[in-house]
């Protein structure tokens, strides 16, 4: 022992040394350390979202959760001054699609084309260098067009036969909304004639098939393969990574891509934690022998809710209205399923121990949505207010878009989830008023501020909008546009912007809230000791920003795990 003892000291003080130096670095161990070791971060600033420890300076991690999170009152000012970086707690969506959003990265994007030429240029650039889409075998796939933007008119097959190069091509293009398709005539083809009534769709145009219709063209499209399947989660992850995303709630994953993700979620590539909302493949059905609950050790992977459909979306005339359009006096759009079915399915999914989310859109379905929550709650809980049984249950309304003001009450009154996506309210602003009238969107259209006590759940809907978390602070906080800066007269009043968030209620809808929302409350969406060690860091604080920056943040880095998943370039 007497000869050991000095190399025990030496030993001893070359640890204190390393562990002095990370204190002052911020940096992490290198990668020969067993992942069971203790790494310290330092930053300029770290903002918890804890109700303990508001603001900090440094924290440690263990086996991927925080260990001690603490202000840093030992290391000399001088060397402080050397940190940078401003910290927040990884960010969540509320409301995305992981799959879809993967293959739209292999797809066209329509986004923003403003006439049918502003389509079909797209379509022949995309298609040159991609020659193999459009066969049989893999359809040449689009998303982001919209009526509005061809005079109000639907677009129709023939629209896709745009020259030589486009004859005999399978296409399938999604509307913005993703609520309709448009394909080309060699599709068609493929569909029975005459074609079917589909309750709860419609068919405006000739290759044009809307929510429930969709199904006639679906049943022939050849899903991509396993393989596919994998690049798509593998590119969106990576993508959502550089958006500081460490987290979506995944709305709507059929049991066979939930067999997928389980088996990817223990790899390498998992780098966003995902909690999976059960779509059965015939939906707004009950599947329970075709999936189960689970919670990965990891904490990367999450099933324990149920995705039903009410309506379609607004700007295809499908959200279900109480009274007509005030631009289509003929039709209140369609419910995707009756009342009765709707809460017959939503009590079966909560006996079995599902948090049930409605898809609800216009102000019928989420009357119905309610309806069936408040019914399934008194079943569950018969002695106990339904207020109280919801906080164990937590049911929620995706999109929550148009709500009566009565029902907008009962909401409040029992507690139900509002999952708002701050960004469809500025995309929509521009139509949702010749869609509603004037008072019926002033009275239940996109409330965001009127629902902040039921702690909302903020999302994207990516594909369906862009997945920046950051534009969806600005949406929030300005309810302006984030691609223009500008309501719809062109100016920077805001849209209704008695309905605006602050910077601290947007934050806290793209982290706390979703965690709530996934009974991960504790565990994401915070820094504090047993919280997921997942954060980003920025080169400036947020509350500094004007919030025309806030539009155009670029994350430096985003950490899942205690790992780092994505650094920016420079």
Known sequence: MTTLYPYLLIFISIGLARLAYLFISGDVLSPQIPDHSVTTHCYKSIRTLSWDLSHAECFTVLDEKFHHVF????????????????????????????????????????????????VKRRLVEYKTTRSEQGTSEQWLRGVGWDQAHFDGKWPTSSDLEIGENFKDLYAMLDRVDVHCIWVSDKVLELLPLPLPDVPGGEIPAKGVFCDNAMDLVLEHYPKPNKARKLQFVKNAMAELNKLGIVG???????????????????????????????????????????????????????????????????????????????????????????????????????????????????????????????????????HTTPHECQTQHRFRIEHAQIIHPDDQRRMLELGIIPSIQPTHATSDMGYAESRLGQQRTKDEAYRMRSLLPLHPILGSDFPVEPASIFEGIYAAITRRSPRTGLDPSGDKTGWYPEETLTLEQALQGFTFNPAYGAFLEGKAGVIKMGAYADWIVLDEPLESMDPESLRNVAVRETWVGGKRVFRRPG
């Open 71 to 118: 202000v840093d009152d030992k290391t000399h000012d001088t060397v402080k001054d050397t940190r940078t970086g401003y910290v927040y707690p990884g960010l969540w969506d509320g409301h995305g699609h992981l799959i879809q959003y993967g293959e739209s990265l292999d797809s066209v994007s329509l986004f923003g084309a403003d006439s049918m030429d502003e």
């Open 248 to 382: 979506i709630h995944d709305a709507g994953v059929v049991p066979k891509d939930l067999k997928i993700y389980e088996k990817l979620s223990s790899g390498d590539h998992w780098s966003v934690r995902v909690n999976a909302m059960i779509e059965c493949d015939f939906r707004n059905t009950f599947c329970p022998e075709a999936v189960e609950k689970l919670s990965t050790p990891n904490g990367k992977f999450h099933v324990s809710s149920v995705k039903l459909f009410a309506d379609g979306a607004l700007g295809s005339w499908g959200s279900a209205m109480i009274e007509p359009y005030s631009d289509k006096p003929s039709s209140s759009g369609s419910l995707l399923v009756n009342a009765t079915t709707l809460s017959k399915v939503t009590n079966e999914w909560a006996l079995a121990g599902y948090q049930v989310n409605i898809h609800a859109i216009g102000d019928l379905a989420n009357r119905l949505a309610i309806d069936a929550f408040e019914a399934a709650l008194k079943s569950l809980c018969p």
